[in-house]
């Protein structure tokens, strides 16, 4: 009898490392390293290129508020990306997101709790993103609906999540959207769990948000190993 189920242990061990690889191949990459094929810019005309295998925003004036945005759009899944910013700026990652085909207007909650009403104009881009905030604030990791409804989860008392983002260096972040269902990690610490029915497909975005201080013009935000795994 032990005979019997240390074969069947053996042959479940086998078949686990032969899945192993194939659960390795569902995940794909979304940036080549080298160019930007896949990729096109929506809102304003910001400053996207590639070095040392690196997308690279880089901040200038009187410029708005720019996305480096894919051109497939994704429904369920689960990405991962590492990214680091330059002080002083602020950045994001677009999931599910569109553009308005329409002038509109939405109710919107600010950074600082103040609720009212904003009109956005045809050609918007408009969809839920995770906030990459190096400010004394913190919010790396919160769920913002740009170009809609503002802050739908900030981390005002998620201390622990708060402190997981570290300012100047890399840093891992963790998507996960499956249904109505959201859930947000940096470097390995949960910031968001929870759900919402406004949009349930979409294409990704890289955030380069509009500056109006000349001494941050250059400041950069940087992406690399940008991958992602269909639900």
């Given amino acids: 009898m032990r005979k019997i189920l240390f074969v069947s ?66 429904s369920d ?29 939405t109710a919107y909650l600010s950074g600082s709790g103040e609720r009212g009403e904003r009109t956005w104009k045809a050609g918007r881009l408009w969809g839920y993103q995770i906030e990459i905030d190096p400010s004394d604030r913190a919010w790396s990791g919160g769920f913002y609906e740009e170009g809609h409804r503002g802050w739908l989860v900030t981390l005002a008392d998620k201390d622990s999540a708060r402190q997981a983002f570290k300012p100047n260096e890399w840093n891992s972040f963790k998507v996960k959207a499956k249904g109505n269902h959201f859930q947000t990690w940096v470097n390995g610490v949960k910031a968001v769990d929870t759900t919402d029915d406004m949009s349930d497909s979409g294409f990704l975005g890289l955030q380069l948000h509009s500056i109006n201080d000349e001494e941050l013009v250059g400041h950069k935000v940087y992406w690399k190993n940008i991958k992602i795994k269909e639900l």
């Avoid at 053996?10 to 569902?26: D, H, N, R, T, Y």
């Avoid at 899944?77 to 207007?105: A, C, E, P």
């Fill in 9 to 74: 242990f053996l042959f479940m061990v086998f078949i686990a490392c032969q899945k192993a690889p194939q659960s390795e191949e569902e995940w794909k990459s979304l940036f080549d390293g080298e160019t930007l094929d896949g990729w096109t810019v929506r809102g304003g005309k910001g400053d996207f290129y590639v070095e040392d295998g690196m997308i690279i925003g880089n901040s200038t004036m009187n410029v708005d508020n720019s996305f480096l945005c894919t051109e497939q759009e994704f």
């Fill in 77 to 105: 899944f689960i990405l991962q990306y590492d990214v680091k910013i330059d002080s002083g700026i602020n950045s994001g990652m677009q999931i599910r997101s569109h553009v308005w085909q329409h002038d509109t207007t």
